[in-house]
């Protein structure tokens, strides 16, 4: 099977701009999430959808915002952007049955590196 | 909320040797898993080993094996004839087993460093 996809790799934007980023979950995978990883904050959960319904929430602004699509594709998006969101963001998928155990594992993208200037 | 602690920044290991890694947690949940994740600087977080609270033994993929002590909320990871690709962040993560906290509490991370 094919991993988890992420695009663009990176990107560059400026302050005041929005900015949308794209993952493509493992095929079969119902379970999306999202993370962002600073050198200053460590890896910080953004949100997580299953079936096209955000399940969870971290502690970010407004600012963040995701959605999933019918076919498991994810979007998180950025607006207005500022100096301090320039980070690695991180996509995963997990199956999410409601069997548990060991479907629960998420398994990562390569990430998209967003540089805010 | 939970927390994860990983109290060594920095690592190294001689090439073949053994190091491990701690990991301690904070939970006052009885279910759980925890996972060790690698970041090698190609930055895809690659899974190490998982680990589930309720199982006794320890888990182990080859080279790599946990000491999970669950009294003790500690999680260490030992890896062994350690290799030239083990170079990376490692992350130690934990993730609720209840219904609504799908996310993974991460810890800071250990730079493991490995000499030829």
């Known amino acids: 099977k094919a991993g988890v996809t992420q695009t663009p790799r990176y990107l560059i934007k400026t302050r005041g701009q929005q900015v949308t980023l794209s993952c493509s979950p493992i095929s079969g995978h119902r379970s999306v999430s999202w993370y962002q990883q600073t050198p200053g904050q460590g890896l910080q959960f953004l949100f997580e959808?299953?079936?096209?319904?955000?399940?969870n929430k971290g502690n970010f602004p407004g600012r963040f915002s995701g959605r999933q699509f019918s076919n498991s594709r994810s979007e998180m998006n950025v607006s207005t952007l500022e100096l301090g969101d320039s980070a690695l963001y991180l996509c995963a998928s997990s199956p999410s049955t409601l069997a548990g155990g060991p479907y629960e594992t998420q398994y990562f993208g390569p990430g998209t590196r967003l540089l805010v200037l | 909320a939970q927390t994860v602690t990983q109290s060594q920044p920095e690592m190294s290991v001689q090439e073949a040797e053994t190091v491990t890694l701690s990991c301690t947690y904070d939970?006052?949940?009885?279910?759980?898993?925890l996972f060790w994740y690698k970041q090698p600087p190609s930055r895809q977080m690659i899974l190490v080993i998982r680990?589930?609270?309720?199982?006794?033994q320890n888990a182990t993929e080859n080279r790599f094996s946990v000491n999970f002590q669950k009294a003790a909320k500690s999680f260490s990871l030992k890896i062994s004839d350690s290799q030239l690709g083990d170079a990376a962040m490692y992350f130690c993560a934990y993730r609720s087993s209840g219904a609504g906290s799908y996310q993974l509490t991460f810890g800071k991370g250990t730079k493991l460093s490995v000499i030829p």
């Open positions: 959808y299953f079936s096209e319904t955000q399940r």
């Open positions: 939970t006052s949940e009885s279910d759980y898993y």
């Open positions: 680990q589930e609270a309720y199982k006794q």
